[in-house]
């Protein structure tokens, strides 16, 4: 069992950053795929960015590459993600999810994973 719990949302300007943290407990986190989605409303929840659980497989959605990276720190149960040049459509709640499956690639669809933190919003003002 993996506890998840995102921190570092918030309200930014367009063209601001912000960096999401999710610290992983419960369980041996270098064994998890890891993924940040987001959902905004009246939208389905999207895969964002997403890490193999060695780090050497690694996915961003077209909107977000070249803004966002993520990052994760085995030592600290940790996965971060930076974004950077923040958009209006970036406004959604952002959640933290573990894959337990240990897949050579980077995991994208949500049904993969089955741990998840409570998420948290970010804003993004035009």
């Known amino acids: 069992q993996v506890e998840l719990v995102e921190s570092g949302g918030g309200l930014v300007q367009a063209g601001g950053s912000l960096r999401l943290s999710c610290a992983a407990s419960?369980?041996?986190?270098?064994?998890?795929?890891m993924g940040w989605f987001r959902q905004a409303p009246g939208k389905e929840r999207e895969c964002v960015v997403a890490?193999?659980?060695?780090?050497?497989?690694?996915y961003y959605a077209d909107s977000v590459k070249g803004r966002f990276t993520i990052s994760r720190d085995n030592a600290k149960n940790t996965v971060d993600l930076q974004m950077n040049r923040l958009k209006a459509e970036d406004t959604a709640v952002y959640y933290c999810?573990?894959?337990?499956?240990?897949?050579?690639?980077?995991?994208?669809?949500?049904?993969?994973?089955?741990?998840w933190g409570q998420g948290t919003q970010v804003t993004v003002s035009s």
């Open positions: 419960g369980a041996t986190f270098s064994d998890y795929g």
């Open positions: 999810a573990a894959d337990s499956a240990r897949t050579i690639l980077a995991v994208t669809t949500s049904d993969s994973y089955a741990y």
């Open positions: 890490i193999s659980w060695s780090g050497d497989s690694t």
